[in-house]
């Protein structure tokens, strides 16, 4: 498969995510100023007197040079500490050095026209795989060599993915055909398409009841909303069978499992919030403001925080997990 590469004197390889969770992960993912709000202290204890907890001082740690313009989605390779960079209009992937932000290859798609957006990495086989939401492809990544090893064919406007190493799974939330494509990412072929709501863009893998959420967001990819665009569609990961149906509010952009308490979190980009889901029965259980149209984001288990990013604020919210 045809690649351009560029940039690929590597000056390092090596198991660096605790290093990139501390440093890059802050420079990614960190909001100025941001405070913990309404979630800042403990409980009172009987016969003591409360005492708060004081709040985060996000700050920006460092910033990186994406290597070329509209850089959209990134994915990083815990083996290797590099990032993987899509670059929404230029059909290329730019690979970073986490540690120091050098730029390493500029990967280029086979396929003319490509408009990359959503990128995950299989930590486990070290395949990147990137969705081409312009020509219905995703295409992927070989993390090892930087070269492009395969493109799968799911048609419509491939957008958000979501993956399960152990299943050998790879569901994509595909927003023109208002469906989640099931492939089996050890032959790379589409196993099923299951029907979801309205033009869904994101979509998550709960590990601890193995089923999959999407996001149906009801905005197609010319922009145009969509009234019933309110749900999110929970999927039988074993048997693609759609289990329910739940109604978060308008225009939900992302969805994000926690395992760890049980609870899908879905940034409701039209009431500027993040519903709190119920993964065993499906039950709102309540929402968090946060800043404007929430889209996309990313949990961080260890510390029980959920990073939310606010586009229409220009912000990244921080939810206590713990809490809510």
């Known amino acids: 498969m ?103 290859a500029t990967i280029a798609v086979p396929t003319a026209g490509a408009v990359l957006h959503t990128v995950v990495v299989d930590q486990a086989t070290q395949r990147v795989y990137v969705t081409d939401i312009a020509n219905g492809l995703v295409d ?87 009234a019933t665009g309110d749900t999110l569609t929970e999927i039988n990961g074993q048997t693609d069978a759609v289990v329910r149906t739940v109604t978060v509010g308008p225009h939900p952009w992302w969805a994000l499992a926690d395992a760890s308490n049980g609870t899908v979190y879905a940034g409701v980009a039209g009431a500027n919030e993040v519903a709190l889901v119920r993964a065993s029965d499906g039950v709102v259980m309540g929402d968090v403001a946060v800043g404007v149209s929430p889209h996309g984001m990313t949990l961080d288990g260890r510390s029980h925080l959920l990073f939310v990013n606010d586009s229409g604020s220009n912000q990244v919210s921080v939810i206590d997990t713990q809490t809510n």
């Open 140 to 226: 992927v990544i070989d993390a090892r060599t930087d070269t492009v090893v395969g493109v799968i064919d799911v048609g419509g406007h491939p957008h958000g993915m979501a993956l399960s190493s152990s299943r050998r799974r790879l569901w994509v939330s595909n927003v023109g055909t208002s469906q989640v494509d099931v492939v089996d990412t050890a032959t790379d072929r589409v196993l099923a398409k299951v029907d979801v709501g309205p033009n869904p863009w994101g979509v998550t893998y709960d590990p601890r009841t193995g089923t999959v959420w999407s996001a149906n967001t009801g905005i197609t990819t010319a922009g145009v909303p969509v």
């Open 2 to 104: 045809p690649t351009m590469q560029t940039h690929r004197a590597r000056t390092r390889r090596g198991a660096g995510g605790a290093r990139f969770a501390g440093i890059a992960g802050a420079a990614l993912l960190a909001a100025a100023g941001a405070s913990a709000g309404p979630f800042a202290g403990h409980a009172s204890r009987p016969g003591t007197s409360r005492v708060p907890r004081p709040a985060p001082a996000y700050r920006l740690a460092t910033t990186y040079a994406a290597g070329a313009a509209t850089p959209h989605f990134i994915g990083f390779d815990s083996r290797l500490d590099e990032l993987f960079v899509s670059h929404l209009k230029l059909g290329t992937v730019t690979v970073l050095d986490a540690t120091d932000g050098a730029l390493l």
